[in-house]
């Protein structure tokens, strides 16, 4: 059985129908994000695991037993929240030894239990700050080791690292992933950010009004997209349509030039198909034997640091790629034709 | 200087001497006791008697329990209404004003004609029915100040994120209630309170018509038989109103949490 299963979840507020059908097991131990747009559920889906939303149907367990009806406060988790929520009239120690506070633990054995998170978070001289002493990063950790203060059977995560500048972000993402492997915390993280969700998640939920569209490890998820939001959500994506010129040997062409897919299609002649290939998988160049090569105009070069991105115009598609910033590769002029390549297993369909 | 300072100067200026000069006037006028000198026989007079002492001490102590009332009263409903209820706000806003357009007279005759002595619950019978009837009528008659001050309070703070951090922790409604939330809105509450304290010490028409012992009929009665008196009670009461300003902000001076924000 799983630690935590979510079966035939439902919420409606009014006519809108929020989380439909959503179903998900979690193991002891697993870290999963929630990913998706603004408005998909995603939140929801969390506040109905926290207890702060009731679900209109379904069911959620954790450990075996069913907590819909449990209120926040009966069912052991640990949250952190965007805006940090630390206690504004508390110290850092007095913000992390709440629950604790709460819960009846002797002064003794609470005060070790905070030294022991403010260490975990690497902020063991703080205790005697107030939340408005510290900067957004260390408001977060704290709010963090308050949730974890409690040694929760789960801990949900609500967008903690929104607030922040990007610099932080990357960091405080490592630790919390560092945390959460150390004490081995059941996690669902909820975010927008599909970097964060891909580099901390071992699975992750895409969500798209209220529907999780696919489960699956972030490999799985960025290369093998299931639906076509999944593969335009996660990850830079170019799409363009194409025509089928024979389905037997996969033969299709695009302004003229004509692409293998390398497999049968089970479609008619003449007809459009949509193909979508990743930035990334695109080189700048002939490429392979194998590799389908276009030609395009260079209609754009953005310089990024490390990486150069070019735009090329193919009839009245563009088709956009990322190529590494080398010291002695100059990057294309715009307005020059370029051969472009990439691999046929590089194409979704 | 610019015209558009100068201006603003003068509006200054004349809002000031508005302000000022009657209370200077009053307070040279209660120290004209004796005659030739300024003394404060006036204060003396006032502090010396008993009257004085009992119906100030009485509307202390009903200020007090007014307070407890009103905060027991509006916190709760403040919160509620920021958490849950936000539909319901223009309505409680509504309710709250309502002692600002319905005069005091018309509220304490509705109070006579509900609890009088042949009523279900004849509060007017006893000095202590009486009493309790003074103290909801004072606390309806600082509902609006002490409303609004609460409520800022809470809209200064995330109540709904605070509440559901707390309960994720195992806290229960009163430990949210009592360690969370009522410390952090501390000095709104302190705002209503002292607000609620001056509008008591202040108040006639409750309590002479409900005939009560209370310190505004007695600066009524003092006015009407004093010459230099009333003058040194006036000055006595402003003086309070402006020891509660300067406790609010005492309060918020040494609210450590509170710093970053000023």
């Known amino acids: 059985m799983s630690f935590l299963e979510i079966a035939n979840l439902q919420k409606f507020y009014g006519p809108n129908h929020v989380v439909r059908d959503f179903d998900l097991t979690v193991e002891k131990g697993e870290f999963i994000s929630f990913l998706g747009p603004s408005g998909c559920g995603k939140t929801t889906t969390l506040r109905m695991v926290a207890g702060f939303e009731t679900p209109s149907d379904g069911i959620i367990r954790i450990d075996g037993q069913d907590v819909v009806n449990l209120k926040p406060n009966q069912r052991n988790i640990g949250m952190v929240f965007q805006s940090y929520a630390l206690f504004p009239n508390m110290t850092v120690a007095q913000n992390v030894g709440f629950g604790l506070r709460v819960a009846g633990l002797p002064k003794r054995e609470a005060d070790a239990r905070v030294n022991e998170m403010l260490t975990l978070i690497g902020l063991p001289d703080l205790g005697g700050r107030f939340p408005f002493q510290l900067s957004g990063g260390q408001q977060q950790r704290v709010a963090l080791a308050r949730a974890l203060a409690v040694k929760p059977q789960v801990l949900l995560l609500d967008e903690p690292l929104s607030a922040l500048d990007a610099k932080i972000r990357v960091s405080l993402r490592e630790e919390i992933r560092r945390i959460q492997r150390d004490l081995g915390i059941t996690t669902i993280y909820v975010t927008h950010d599909q970097e964060e969700a891909l580099s901390m998640s071992d699975r992750i939920v895409v969500m798209n009004a209220g529907v999780a569209e696919q489960v699956g490890d972030p490999f799985e998820i960025y290369n093998k997209p299931t639906t076509r939001f999944v593969a335009g959500f996660v990850g830079t994506l170019n799409t363009f349509d194409v025509v089928l010129d024979d389905p037997a040997r996969g033969l299709v062409s695009l302004d003229g030039q004509v692409i293998e897919l390398r497999r049968k299609v089970d479609r008619p002649k003449g007809t459009s198909l949509s193909l979508a290939v990743r930035p990334e998988v695109i080189s700048l160049g002939g490429g392979e034997k194998d590799d389908s090569v276009l030609k395009g105009r260079v209609t754009e070069v953005s310089f990024l640091g490390s990486v150069v991105r070019i735009r090329l115009a193919i009839g009245a598609n563009v088709i956009m790629l990322d190529t590494f910033n080398r010291l002695h590769d100059h990057p294309p002029k715009v307005g020059e034709t370029r051969e472009i390549s990439f691999p046929t297993d590089g194409i979704l369909i | ?262």
């Open chain 2, 1 to 262: 200087m610019k015209p558009t300072r100068l201006w603003s100067w003068i509006a200054l200026a004349f809002g000031i001497l508005y302000f000022a000069l009657p209370l200077l006037g009053t307070l040279e006028f209660s120290l004209k006791m004796r005659r030739g000198v300024y003394s404060l026989d006036a204060y003396w007079a006032v502090l010396r008697d008993e009257r004085f002492q009992a119906t100030f001490s009485y509307s202390v102590i009903m200020a007090l329990f007014t307070i407890v009332l009103g905060v027991l009263l509006v916190v709760p409903t403040a919160y509620w209404v920021q958490l849950r209820y936000r539909n319901l706000r223009p309505y409680i806003e509504f309710i709250t004003l309502l002692p600002l357009v319905i005069p005091p007279i018309v509220v304490v005759f509705g109070y006579i004609r509900l609890y009088n002595t042949s009523s279900i619950l004849p509060l007017t019978g006893s000095a202590m029915g009486t009493n309790i009837l003074l103290m909801f009528g004072y606390a309806t008659l600082s509902l609006p100040y002490m409303y609004r001050a609460v409520d800022t309070g809470l809209r200064a703070i995330d109540v709904a994120t605070l509440t559901e951090a707390a309960e994720s922790l195992g806290a229960g409604w009163l430990t949210i209630m009592t360690r969370v939330i009522l410390p952090n809105v501390l000095v709104a509450v302190l705002s209503g309170a002292f607000l609620t304290f001056a509008i008591v010490i202040g108040e006639f028409v409750m309590a002479a018509l409900l005939n009560r012992p209370a310190f505004g009929p007695y600066l009524q009665l003092i006015g009407a038989n004093r010459a230099y008196e009333p003058a040194a009670l006036a000055v006595i009461a402003f003086a309070i109103t402006w020891a509660c300003m300067g406790l609010i902000q005492l309060v918020i001076r040494f609210q450590k949490h509170t710093k970053a924000a000023r």
